[in-house]
């Protein structure tokens, strides 16, 4: 089956980019939190102008989903290690195969608004390593690390101001001191707060990284709920929103992963990631789950972000928006991937093709 453009639906090839507003990236990550908490509306909030053009394209929001995730940043690079200049480079494919940044909680929630075109991709940091968020002593003046992973990202953004990257950082609270809270013990809570304030996420990665088929269904609770209550220490009220799995292992209560309690102190993840291994489906599908989402782990491997979209680019199963936050368009041979009830949130748009 192929699509192609001399076909009854040529006319959604006129999908054009809308400039809707020049607004920072920054007044997009403040629009949108603020304006989660009010009302589904916010998914209609203003998207940076954009400077790419998708030049034609075919809408299929029932494509799959790259969550990327990352571990150490540094050399030499490795699994489980991309160099600074690797991430670089792999923020430069993102934005030159026409990837859009979007959140966690805007692809759980399927909240999504990204520009015509686009593809929307989640970025997440595992293991809160130095790596990731370093500060640097200039002259007693802190700074962040230009080659730290969050230097990186910054520094993209203020270039690349149709690219509003953010990320999930899943941290650790309690681990040996390199992997703890980004291992700069005296910044601890300055780079949390720094984070939040700047439209990143601080997620869940237990207590201590210990895997949830370790322990029994009072040792999940206690480990998940002991995160919350150490990262208070730091940010009064902060709640965990989503929740990484230490190795990628299921507790055996999995109804415990994103909801429960220890000693008065209670967590609801409304997401849960898996460790890497393939692309999400589209959240718009019936397959998806919130407290499952699978990953992609960053590298040039076979199963690395850059031979998804290459496959995915083949078989023409990558998630490509209409640019409409309010409508769903896909193919109409997905019919039956379409998660039920979402027709009564979403206008629908069936894509008819025509076999070559
Ligand atoms: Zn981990």
């Known amino acids: 089956m192929n699509y192609t453009r001399n076909t009854l639906y040529q006319a959604?090839?006129?999908?054009?980019?809308?400039?809707?507003?020049?607004?920072?990236?920054?007044?997009?990550?403040?629009?949108?939190?603020?304006?989660?908490?009010?009302?589904?509306?916010?998914?209609?909030?203003?998207?940076?102008?954009?400077?790419?053009?998708?030049?034609?394209?075919?809408?299929?929001?029932?494509?799959?989903?790259?969550?990327?995730?990352?571990?150490?940043?540094?050399?030499?690079?490795?699994?489980?290690?991309?160099?600074?200049?690797?991430?670089?480079?792999?923020?430069?494919?993102?934005?030159?195969?026409?990837?859009?940044?979007?959140?966690?909680?805007?692809?759980?929630?399927?909240?999504?608004?990204?520009?015509?075109?686009?593809?929307?991709?989640?970025?997440?940091?595992?293991?809160?390593?130095?790596?990731?968020?370093?500060?640097?002593?200039?002259?007693?003046?802190?700074?962040?690390?230009?080659?730290?992973?969050?230097?990186?990202?910054?520094?993209?953004?203020?270039?690349?101001?149709?690219?509003?990257?953010?990320?999930?950082?899943?941290?650790?609270?309690?681990?040996?001191?390199?992997?703890?809270?980004?291992?700069?013990?005296?910044?601890?809570?300055?780079?949390?707060?720094?984070?939040?304030?700047?439209g990143y996420e601080v997620g869940s990665h237990g207590w201590f990284h210990v895997p949830l088929n370790k322990l029994d269904d009072a040792g999940v609770q206690k480990h998940l709920a002991m995160f919350v209550k150490e990262i208070r220490n730091f940010i009064p009220g902060y709640e965990a929103e989503s929740f990484a799995l230490p190795l990628g292992m299921h507790a055996k209560n999995r109804a415990l992963e994103s909801k429960g309690s220890f000693e008065g102190t209670s967590y609801n993840h409304k997401a849960v990631f898996l460790v890497g291994s393939v692309a999400s489906v589209s959240p718009y599908s019936k397959d998806f789950n919130p407290l499952a989402i699978q990953r992609v782990q960053a590298g040039d491997t076979p199963t690395g972000p850059e031979a998804f979209m290459k496959q995915q680019d083949k078989h023409g199963n990558r998630f490509i928006s209409d640019g409409d936050p309010k409508k769903i368009s896909a193919p109409a041979t997905a019919k039956d991937q379409l998660k039920p009830g979402l027709e009564k949130r979403y206008q629908i748009n069936w894509l008819e093709s025509t076999a070559k």
């Open 12 to 198: 959604i090839l006129a999908f054009t980019i809308t400039a809707v507003s020049a607004c920072s990236a920054t007044d997009k990550n403040n629009a949108t939190t603020a304006a989660d908490s009010l009302s589904g509306d916010s998914i209609t909030a203003a998207l940076p102008a954009q400077l790419r053009k998708p030049k034609e394209f075919i809408p299929n929001e029932l494509g799959k989903v790259m969550v990327l995730e990352y571990h150490l940043i540094g050399a030499p690079e490795n699994e489980w290690r991309r160099t600074p200049e690797n991430f670089r480079r792999d923020l430069n494919m993102l934005y030159d195969h026409n990837f859009y940044p979007v959140s966690v909680k805007d692809l759980a929630t399927g909240k999504l608004n990204v520009p015509a075109g686009m593809t929307p991709f989640v970025m997440t940091f595992d293991d809160s390593s130095a790596g990731q968020f370093r500060y640097l002593d200039k002259n007693g003046k802190l700074e962040i690390d230009p080659d730290c992973a969050l230097g990186i990202m910054e520094d993209f953004k203020k270039r690349h101001p149709d690219f509003p990257i953010t990320a999930s950082f899943y941290v650790l609270p309690a681990i040996k001191p390199t992997l703890r809270l980004f291992a700069q013990p005296d910044y601890q809570k300055q780079k949390l707060e720094w984070l939040i304030k700047n």
